[in-house]
């Protein structure tokens, strides 16, 4: 019975995120792009100093919970996570090194799109009682969409599915890597590392997101730095084959016929599996299009929607055309794409990535993933359970029970670090697909509010000049 209903539950999984979802999240994210005219490219470099320079730091514009940095950070800290080391190996395994690019494309477009969901976030978010900052797509839909009823049924569907997705995919799944990570690497005991992730968790979201937002501006740099800084080293120990792995990465997203044969070992390749597992991993690790970054991102004190909008669309570009890109590169270029490993079955997955930087850093390059694992899967359980917490305020209509959604994830964490999670996987990957339709439908219906405000603001800016 269990079986049966895990059998359903992956053919659910691979019909929502098959080829109409993905058209609907890069089609969404090419017409959003065209409508601003390419003003999310063309600001990515000012969008970027702006982040990281020193007003971004502080809440000097506007009223808000947190600075424009640590909304940031605290979006991040949901995005970057085990899709960058899992998801990119996984990626490149099913659809060759060439199902790189196609994540690359995707984030170009997604850009747009997570430029707008932010700024929409923004300019509707609300103020609960406590005098907080409650915001997201939800709130979008609610407040944006002109016919009411449309918008508050489309904005419950969302919110509910965000909050199944935090427990799950945001969560669960997350403390079941982490536990996996340290019982392979260290022979570290399930149970141990559940009380220990779960008493963590407790002390930082009992804070609510001035607590999450100062620990993910801490970890969420420097978890960043310390896997781009490794994996550079490793590029600098190969840079032999650096060329050799570009090639392959370019040739093979668009004619895997030019490679000659052998190359990738057993492995073979279409463009279509390229672009289908590329564009898949891509959404999944930056998470434009779903809508859970856009819910921390109305909590910054900001001045401007389309400003909040441009500092929050770097997190795309920081998280797949830089952390993903680093693995990405590496895997390619260290000759283990396609070989099997001891049990006669071919790398993929974690295993993979491992494989790639210990080809060059021995044993260290083991390590250094399952630290990455761990930080990264941690920092994603913190922003995700901001996401849901603003969800079920949303559904609840108040902010009085947000402690019982505070204890109860906590509890759950420690579930997801000791119980097998295949069921919970599918389940929270499907209701990460769910949240996409509602909040893609309400940026293409808004996209005309999110060209007011983005060339508004581009005059005004053209005028300071």
Same mark, same amino acid.
């Given at each position: 019975?269990?079986?049966?209903?895990?059998?359903? %539950?992956?053919?659910?999984?691979?019909?929502?995120?098959?080829?109409?979802?993905?058209?609907?999240?890069? #089609?969404?994210?090419?017409?959003?792009?065209?409508?601003?005219?390419?003003?999310?490219?063309?600001?990515?470099?000012?969008?970027?100093?702006?982040?990281?320079?020193?007003?971004?730091?502080?809440?000097?514009?506007?009223? #808000?919970?947190?600075?424009?940095?640590?909304?940031?950070?605290?979006?991040?800290?949901?995005?970057?996570?085990?899709?960058?080391?899992?998801?990119?190996?996984?990626?490149?395994?099913?659809?060759?090194?060439?199902?790189?690019?196609?994540?690359?494309?995707?984030? %170009?477009?997604?850009?747009?799109?997570?430029?707008?969901?932010?700024?929409?976030?923004?300019?509707? +978010?609300?103020?609960?009682?406590?005098?907080?900052?409650?915001?997201?797509?939800?709130?979008?839909?609610?407040?944006?969409?002109?016919?009411?009823?449309?918008?508050?049924?489309?904005?419950?569907?969302?919110?509910? @599915?965000?909050?199944?997705?935090?427990?799950?995919?945001?969560?669960?799944?997350?403390?079941?890597?982490?536990?996996?990570?340290?019982?392979?690497?260290?022979?570290?005991?399930?149970?141990?590392?559940?009380?220990?992730?779960? *008493?963590?968790?407790?002390?930082?979201?009992?804070?609510?997101?001035?607590?999450?937002?100062?620990?993910?501006?801490?970890?969420?740099?420097?978890?960043?730095?310390?896997?781009?800084?490794?994996? *550079?080293?490793?590029?600098?120990?190969?840079?032999?084959?650096?060329?050799?792995?570009?090639?392959?990465?370019?040739?093979?997203?668009?004619?895997?016929?030019?490679?000659?044969?052998?190359?990738?070992?057993?492995?073979?390749?279409?463009?279509?599996?390229?672009?289908?597992?590329?564009?898949? +991993?891509?959404?999944?690790?930056?998470?434009?299009?779903?809508?859970?970054?856009?819910?921390?991102?109305?909590?910054?004190?900001?001045?401007?929607?389309?400003?909040?909008?441009?500092?929050?669309?770097?997190?795309?570009?920081?998280?797949?055309?830089?952390?993903?890109?680093?693995?990405?590169?590496?895997?390619?270029?260290?000759?283990?794409?396609?070989?099997?490993?001891?049990? &006669?079955?071919? %790398?993929? &997955?974690?295993?993979?990535?491992?494989?790639?930087?210990?080809?060059?850093?021995?044993?260290?390059?083991?390590?250094?993933?399952?630290?990455?694992?761990?930080?990264?899967?941690?920092?994603?359980?913190?922003?995700?359970?901001?996401?849901?917490?603003?969800?079920?305020?949303?559904? %609840?209509?108040?902010?009085?029970?947000?402690?019982?959604? +505070?204890?109860?994830?906590?509890?759950?964490? @420690?579930?997801?670090?000791?119980?097998?999670?295949?069921?919970?996987?599918?389940?929270?990957?499907?209701?990460?697909?769910?949240?996409? *339709?509602?909040?893609?439908?309400?940026?293409?219906?808004?996209?005309?509010?999110?060209?007011?405000?983005?060339?508004?603001?581009?005059?005004? +800016?053209?005028?300071?000049?």
């Amino acid at each position: 019975m269990e079986l049966a209903a895990l059998n359903g %539950l992956d053919a659910i999984d691979r019909v929502i995120w098959g080829p109409l979802m993905l058209c609907l999240l890069v #089609g969404t994210g090419i017409y959003l792009t065209f409508t601003l005219r390419f003003l999310t490219w063309r600001h990515l470099p000012s969008a970027l100093r702006e982040a990281f320079s020193r007003p971004a730091f502080v809440k000097r514009k506007g009223a #808000g919970d947190v600075s424009p940095f640590a909304a940031l950070m605290t979006a991040l800290a949901g995005t970057i996570g085990t899709g960058n080391i899992v998801g990119v190996a996984t990626a490149m395994f099913a659809g060759g090194p060439g199902a790189l690019v196609w994540m690359w494309i995707s984030a %170009l477009f997604g850009l747009s799109t997570r430029f707008s969901e932010c700024l929409l976030s923004f300019k509707y +978010r609300e103020v609960n009682g406590k005098g907080e900052i409650k915001g997201g797509p939800m709130f979008t839909m609610k407040n944006g969409i002109r016919n009411h009823t449309l918008g508050l049924v489309m904005g419950g569907l969302f919110a509910f @599915f965000t909050v199944i997705a935090s427990f799950g995919l945001g969560n669960m799944a997350q403390a079941n890597s982490i536990t996996t990570a340290l019982e392979s690497s260290f022979g570290a005991n399930p149970t141990e590392i559940g009380v220990v992730l779960m *008493i963590l968790t407790i002390i930082i979201v009992v804070g609510g997101i001035t607590s999450i937002s100062r620990v993910s501006s801490v970890v969420v740099p420097a978890m960043a730095i310390f896997y781009v800084a490794a994996g *550079i080293l490793c590029m600098i120990l190969n840079y032999r084959n650096i060329p050799h792995g570009l090639y392959l990465i370019f040739m093979m997203a668009f004619d895997p016929s030019a490679v000659g044969g052998g190359v990738m070992g057993t492995m073979t390749v279409s463009v279509m599996n390229a672009m289908r597992y590329g564009i898949s +991993r891509g959404c999944f690790s930056n998470e434009a299009g779903l809508g859970s970054t856009a819910i921390s991102a109305a909590a910054s004190a900001t001045d401007e929607p389309a400003r909040q909008g441009y500092i929050s669309m770097t997190g795309t570009f920081i998280d797949t055309l830089i952390v993903c890109s680093i693995t990405g590169i590496i895997i390619a270029s260290s000759g283990v794409l396609g070989l099997a490993g001891p049990d &006669g079955n071919p %790398l993929t &997955g974690v295993s993979l990535t491992m494989a790639a930087f210990s080809a060059q850093l021995g044993h260290m390059g083991k390590s250094i993933v399952t630290i990455g694992i761990i930080l990264f899967a941690y920092s994603t359980i913190l922003g995700w359970e901001y996401n849901g917490e603003k969800a079920w305020e949303y559904l %609840l209509g108040t902010y009085k029970y947000n402690i019982i959604y +505070r204890s109860l994830f906590s509890i759950i964490v @420690f579930v997801g670090a000791t119980q097998s999670l295949d069921f919970v996987w599918n389940l929270s990957d499907i209701a990460n697909a769910l949240m996409a *339709i509602p909040n893609l439908i309400s940026l293409i219906l808004l996209a005309p509010v999110i060209r007011e405000e983005a060339f508004a603001f581009e005059r005004e +800016r053209n005028r300071k000049k």
